[in-house]
């Protein structure tokens, strides 16, 4: 698939930033209990399920690429900024990250046993998203797990709204809304977990971290 305006100007923000980003967001996991929760939730249930790789999609900085190797998943990166990749390879020398973009995988069908998507399909534009969904169950293996990580709209009459993001345009998803588009893709809610603004935050958003697994396949 081409790369789109949206995400070619997406791409050359994350370049610009990388290195700021990397520094900034390092070690945010450690005040974020909520986010470790949702992350070890995930990995145990992708453990559970089976033994394949789990991808980090638009990993950024690699961090939380990171962290869930050191819970013990088989885990790589992917991102389509070049200098993100970059700096993950250069933190994280041992681990491997990929240029590439959600929206074509060079992933074959059915690899992964999990698919980790942290506030990076914040960057989509709405009509842009049901393809990047589709790529995230083609590349899930029946069974296999993803963990989406975004900002939650206002209220349901508002499913989308457009966000004032420091790096590139965003959008922020009401829960009820994406959770029925994943369902559309063969993506079926497990559980989810809604963080609610703290005054410490720099946007006041619920925060959203939603399980959702491809159908396992039926015994014959
Ligand atoms: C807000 S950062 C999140 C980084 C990391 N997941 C985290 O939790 O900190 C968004 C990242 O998604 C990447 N990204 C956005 N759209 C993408 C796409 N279509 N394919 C791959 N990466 C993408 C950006 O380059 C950026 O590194």
């Known amino acids: 698939m081409a790369e789109t305006d949206a995400l070619s100007a997406t791409r050359e923000a994350y370049d610009a930033v990388a290195a ?10 450690r ?3 909520l986010d470790r929760a949702a992350l070890s939730a995930f990995a145990e249930t992708v453990r559970a399920s089976g033994d394949g790789q789990v991808a980090d999609l638009g990993c950024g900085p690699g961090h939380v690429t990171a962290h869930l190797h050191a819970s013990g998943l088989p885990v790589f990166g992917v991102d389509a900024s070049t200098a993100m990749v970059a700096s993950a390879r250069r933190s994280y020398p041992d681990l491997r990250f990929d240029v590439g973009s959600m929206t074509a995988l060079d992933i074959g ?3 992964l046993g999990g698919v980790l998507s ?3 399909v914040i960057h989509t534009p709405p009509h842009e ?10 590349v899930l293996a029946p069974g296999g797990h993803l963990l989406l990580g ?7 009459a508002h499913p989308t709204q457009v966000f004032d993001h420091a790096v590139a345009p965003a ?3 009401w829960p009820d809304h994406l959770a029925a588009m994943l369902r559309r893709s063969g993506l079926a809610e497990v559980a989810r977990i809604v963080r609610e603004p703290q005054p410490a935050d720099l946007r006041q ?12 396949t039926r015994p014959a």
């Open 171 to 173: 959008y922020r998803w």
């Open 31 to 33: 005040n974020r209990p």
């Open 109 to 111: 069908d059915g690899a």
């Open 150 to 156: 975004f900002s939650a709209s206002e209220d349901a």
């Open 129 to 138: 998203l049901p393809p990047v969904l589709a790529e995230f169950h083609r």
């Open 205 to 216: 958003f619920r925060e959203v971290h939603l399980l959702a697994r491809k159908a396992p």
């Open 20 to 29: 700021l980003y990397a520094e900034r967001f390092r070690d945010e996991l």
């Open 118 to 120: 942290r506030w990076s």
